[in-house]
C-alpha cells in the first residue's frame, strides 16, 4: 500500500541542484591530480626557460604566479570540502573552482609576453605547444563542467593568438587563425563533453532515484505485509490470538508433541453472564468487558508454552504444551476461574459474571485438532449443564452421547413422517369408582439401533431440527383418532390429554395447529386436554396469548407436575384451568408421609376452592390410592391402574378390566 502523495515506485527528475552538486563533487575529486599535473608541466617550462637564458628574473616570477595559483586552488579545495560547500551551494563550489582555473590559465598565459626576447619562430615556439598542450589537458580534465576547463584554457589561446598577430608576416596570422580554430573546436568538444556528464548524471540519479523509490514501496509493502499478518492473526478488540491463528497453533502444537511424544492441553472457555452485560449494559459495555477479561488472561497466564485467544463472541481458547501440560492444564483452568469470579468495573458498575471451562487432553482424548476441540467444547457444556463457574474435564462418555444426540436429531423428522415416532396413552380413572376417565398421550419411539429414545430426547430433538409442530400435530392426530374410537369401547365422556412443552408457543401458533386437527377430525375440541406446565403460566406475552385463544375455542386446560413449579393463582383463575395434575414427587409413597398428605389436603381444598379438577400422577400402590381418596382427591394416573399402552392394546385393556370388574362384583 503506497503511502499516501507519493507515485508508486516512480522516481522524480534530478534537480539542477543535484547536477551541480555531482560535477562539483567531481571537479573536486580530480583537482588533486590536475594541481599535480599543471605543477610538472610548469617545472618543465620553467627548466626549458632556464636553459634558454640562465638567471632570467621573469622566469622565476612566473614559476612563483604559477606555483602560488596552484597552491590556492589546493587551499579553496580544502576550505569547500571542510565547510562541505559542494553539498549545500555547489553552483558557488563551481565558481570558486572555475575563478581558481582562470587564474593558472592567466598565470600560464602570461608566459609568452614576460619572456625577454620571445622568438615565435625559434625554439620559443615549443611554449605555444606546452602552454596549448596544458589547456587542452585541463579542458578534458574538466570534462564534467566546461566552464572550469575553458577558464583555464581561453587565457591560454588568446595568449597564444595575440602572441602572434603581434609577430609580422603572413605565417603567423595564419597559425594565430589556427589557435582561434582550436579554441571553438575546443570549446564545442567541452560543451558536448559536459552535455554527455550531465545526461549520464541524470540516468544515475534517476536509477539512484528509482532504487530508493523501490526500497521505499519495498519497505512500505513490508510494513503493509506485516500489518496484513497481523490483522490476519490478531484479534482486533482483544489483541489475542484470532481463530485462524488458533487453528494453526493447534495443529503445529498437535504436530509437535505427535513428534516428542509429548500431550498437550486445550481449554475452550465461555463467559457465563457476558450475554446479559451485552443486554443490560449494551454491546460497547460488552466490548470493554471482554477486553478486560483478555488482558487478565494475558497477564495472569504463564507466557511459555502458553496460546490464548479470542475465537469469536464471549468465546476464548487456551493451549498449553511445555513438559507436563495433562497436569498445568488444571492449574490454567483455576488460574482462569479465579479471573472470571473476580468483579469487573465496568462504566463504574461492578459485574460478577464467571467463566465456565472445558478441558481436553491430546493423545488421551482426541489425536486430531478438530477432534480434541470438539471434546473440549463437549466438556465446556458439561461445566454449563452442571451449574456454571466449574472446569470439567472431557469424558469419552460425552462423545458417545454427543454421537446419540446427533443421530437422534438425524432421524427424528423421518420417524415422525413414517409413524415411528407414536403415541402411546396412559389411562386416567376415578380413584371412588375406578371409571375410566380419560388417557394421557405420551410420545414413545423404538429406534432401529439405539432402542427406545426417552420422552425428553424426543422432544428435544425435534426442537434442535424445528420441528416442534410436526411432533405435536403427529401426537394430537393420534388423539384424534382415539377420541373417535372411544365412544364405542364405552367410553364417549373420556377425554384424551395432548403435552405441549412451554417453548412451543414461542415457534408456532399452538392455538392454529390444535383448532386444525380437532376440526380435521370432527372432535368436540373439550374432548381434547392441553397439558402445560407451570412454567407456560408464567410467560404473559406469547404463552399467555395462545393460552387464552385453546380456552376460547373450547380445548380443557391441565396443568401438569403441579406444585413442582411457581404457579400464579392469579393465571389459574385467568385462564380458567380446568384440572390440576398433582406432580409424582409428592404422590409417591404418600400413604407413609404426613408431609406429602398435607400438602396434597392443601392442593386439594386450592383446586375445590377454583372448582378445578385435581388427579394425582404417579400412583403405583394401592396403599397411596386409598389415602388419596381419603383426601378427597378424585382421580388418579399411574402403574397401579395401567402402564402406557399403544392405542391397539386399548381395547383388549378395557375389556380386560370390565371383566375383572364383572367377576369382583359376582363374587361381592
Not at 67 to 93: F, W
Not at 510 to 534: K, N, S, Y
Amino acid at each position: 500500500m503506497p503511502r499516501p502523495g507519493r507515485p508508486t515506485i516512480k522516481a522524480d527528475k534530478p534537480s539542477i541542484q543535484e547536477v551541480h552538486r555531482i560535477q562539483a563533487e567531481t571537479l573536486l575529486q580530480r583537482l588533486p591530480s590536475t594541481l599535480v599535473t599543471n605543477m610538472l608541466v610548469s617545472l618543465s617550462a620553467f627548466a626549458l626557460v632556464w636553459l634558454r637564458a640562465p638567471g632570467d628574473k621573469a622566469a622565476w616570477w612566473w614559476l612563483t604566479t604559477v606555483l602560488a595559483t596552484l597552491v590556492a586552488r589546493a587551499v579553496l579545495r580544502s576550505l569547500i570540502l571542510r565547510k562541505r560547500l559542494q553539498n549545500s551551494n555547489p553552483e558557488r563550489s563551481l565558481t570558486l573552482l572555475a575563478s581558481g582555473a582562470g587564474s593558472s590559465g592567466f598565470a600560464w598565459a602570461s608566459l609568452p609576453f614576460v619572456l625577454n626576447d620571445f622568438s615565435v619562430y625559434s625554439v620559443d615556439g615549443g611554449f605555444y605547444l606546452m602552454i596549448l598542450g596544458v589547456a587542452t589537458g585541463a579542458v578534458l580534465m574538466s570534462i564534467g563542467y566546461r566552464w572550469n576547463g575553458l577558464a583555464f584554457a581561453l587565457p591560454c589561446h588568446l595568449s597564444v593568438a595575440l602572441s602572434l598577430l603581434l609577430q609580422d608576416g603572413l605565417t603567423s596570422i595564419i597559425l594565430a587563425l589556427n589557435v582561434v580554430a582550436l579554441t571553438i573546436i575546443l570549446h564545442r568538444s567541452a560543451i558536448m563533453g559536459e552535455s554527455i556528464f550531465i545526461e549520464s548524471t541524470n540516468r544515475k540519479l534517476e536509477a539512484n532515484a528509482m532504487t530508493t523509490s523501490l526500497q521505499e514501496a519495498n519497505h512500505d509493502i513490508l510494513q503493509v505485509n506485516a500489518r496484513l499478518e497481523l490483522l490476519a492473526n490478531c484479534d482486533p478488540l482483544t489483541g489475542l490470538a484470532n481463530r485462524a491463528a488458533f487453528n494453526e497453533a493447534l495443529r503445529d502444537g498437535i504436530a509437535e508433541a505427535a513428534a516428542s511424544e509429548q500431550k498437550l492441553s486445550l481449554l475452550v472457555i465461555d463467559l457465563d453472564r457476558f450475554k446479559h452485560v451485552n443486554d443490560t449494559m449494551g454491546h460497547k459495555i460488552g466490548d470493554e468487558l471482554l477486553t478486560e477479561f483478555a488482558t487478565r488472561l494475558r497477564n495472569n497466564l504463564p507466557p511459555a508454552h502458553t496460546v490464548v485467544a479470542r475465537l469469536g463472541g464471549d468465546e476464548f481458547a487456551i493451549i498449553v504444551s511445555g513438559r507436563d501440560p495433562a497436569a498445568e492444564g488444571p492449574r490454567v483452568a483455576e488460574a482462569v476461574l479465579r479471573q472470571g469470579r473476580k468483579p469487573f468495573v465496568l462504566n463504574g458498575q461492578t459485574c460478577m459474571v464467571g467463566t465456565s471451562i472445558g478441558l481436553a487432553i491430546y493423545p488421551d482424548h482426541a489425536t486430531t485438532a478438530d477432534e480434541l476441540f470438539v471434546s473440549a467444547d463437549m466438556a465446556l457444556y458439561r461445566s454449563k449443564d452442571q451449574g456454571r463457574g466449574r472446569w470439567r474435564k472431557f469424558d469419552p462418555k460425552l462423545r458417545a452421547a454427543a454421537e446419540r444426540q446427533r443421530q437422534i436429531e438425524t432421524d427424528v423428522v423421518p420417524a415422525i413422517e413414517t409413524g415411528q415416532v407414536e403415541a402411546w396413552f396412559q389411562p386416567q380413572v376415578c380413584l371412588k369408582t375406578q371409571r375410566i376417565t380419560g388417557f394421557e398421550a405420551l410420545v414413545r419411539w423404538h429406534h432401529p439401533t439405539l432402542g427406545f429414545i426417552a420422552p425428553p430426547e424426543i422432544v428435544a430433538a425435534a426442537h434442535t431440527v424445528h420441528q416442534s409442530d410436526k411432533l405435536t400435530g403427529a401426537i394430537a392426530d393420534a388423539c384424534c383418532r382415539l377420541l373417535i374410537d372411544l365412544p364405542g369401547l364405552g367410553l364417549p365422556e373420556a377425554t384424551v390429554a395432548v403435552n405441549v412443552s412451554p417453548r412451543e408457543f414461542a415457534l408456532y401458533s399452538v392455538a392454529d395447529l390444535l383448532d386444525a386437527t380437532v376440526a380435521r377430525h370432527g372432535i368436540d375440541p373439550q374432548l381434547l386436554e392441553v397439558e402445560i406446565t407451570e412454567e407456560a403460566l408464567l410467560d404473559t406475552v406469547i404463552a399467555g396469548e395462545q393460552l387464552k385463544r385453546l380456552e376460547q375455542s373450547g380445548f380443557a386446560l391441565a396443568v401438569d407436575d403441579f406444585g413442582a413449579g411457581h404457579s400464579s393463582l392469579t393465571r389459574l383463575i385467568d385462564l380458567k384451568v380446568d384440572r390440576l395434575k398433582i406432580d409424582r414427587g409428592i404422590i409417591a409413597h404418600i400413604a407413609a408421609s404426613k408431609r406429602n398428605q398435607a400438602i396434597v389436603s392443601a392442593l386439594i381444598s386450592l383446586g375445590d376452592a377454583l372448582s378445578m379438577e385435581m388427579l394425582a400422577e404417579g400412583v403405583e400402590t394401592e396403599a397411596d390410592a386409598e389415602a388419596l381418596r381419603a383426601l378427597g382427591c378424585e382421580q388418579g394416573q399411574g402403574y397401579l391402574f395401567a402402564r402406557p399402552m399403544p392405542v391397539e392394546r386399548i381395547a383388549g385393556w378395557i375389556a380386560e378390566r370390565q371383566d375383572k370388574e364383572q367377576r369382583t362384583r359376582l363374587i361381592g
